[in-house]
């Protein structure tokens, strides 16, 4: 079960039936951990661009639909052993670590 605050996130992502990744000519940007690899994922374009700076600064924000999210993605991600890290920010750098099951989880709930 999640958290409220990752809810409410998961609950912004359903009610605009969409989520935002960051994007540069070579595809999705990747999130590093000492523990594992993600793609970060936003609940809005103004989130995304946010973080597009510095080292991210030559990216751009793009939308998915949850259709096309859940058709392709969640199956890729979980096949590359990728997590999802959703809304990164300054004061959660990492994000919410979810597996791709467990954010596919929650989008359904």
């Given at each position: 079960?999640?958290?409220k605050?990752?809810?409410?996130?998961?609950?912004e992502?359903?009610?605009?039936?969409?989520?935002w990744?960051l994007?540069?000519?070579?595809?999705?940007?990747?999130?590093?951990?000492?523990?594992?690899?993600?793609v970060?994922?936003?609940?809005?374009?103004?989130?995304?661009s946010?973080?597009a700076?510095?080292?991210?600064?030559?990216?751009?924000a793009?939308?998915?639909?949850?259709?096309?999210?859940?058709?392709?993605?969640?199956?890729g991600?979980?096949?590359?052993d990728?997590?999802?890290?959703?809304?990164?920010?300054?004061?959660?750098e990492?994000?919410?670590?979810l597996?791709?099951?467990?954010?596919?989880e929650?989008?359904?709930?």
């Amino acid at each position: 079960m999640l958290d409220k605050d990752t809810q409410a996130i998961i609950d912004e992502i359903k009610n605009a039936n969409e989520l935002w990744i960051l994007k540069d000519e070579h595809g999705c940007v990747m999130l590093t951990t000492e523990d594992e690899d993600g793609v970060p994922v936003w609940c809005s374009k103004a989130d995304a661009s946010a973080w597009a700076n510095e080292d991210w600064s030559h990216c751009e924000a793009i939308s998915i639909s949850l259709k096309t999210w859940q058709e392709k993605w969640t199956k890729g991600l979980t096949e590359d052993d990728l997590t999802i890290m959703v809304n990164p920010s300054e004061l959660q750098e990492n994000g919410i670590v979810l597996l791709p099951t467990e954010f596919e989880e929650a989008l359904n709930n």
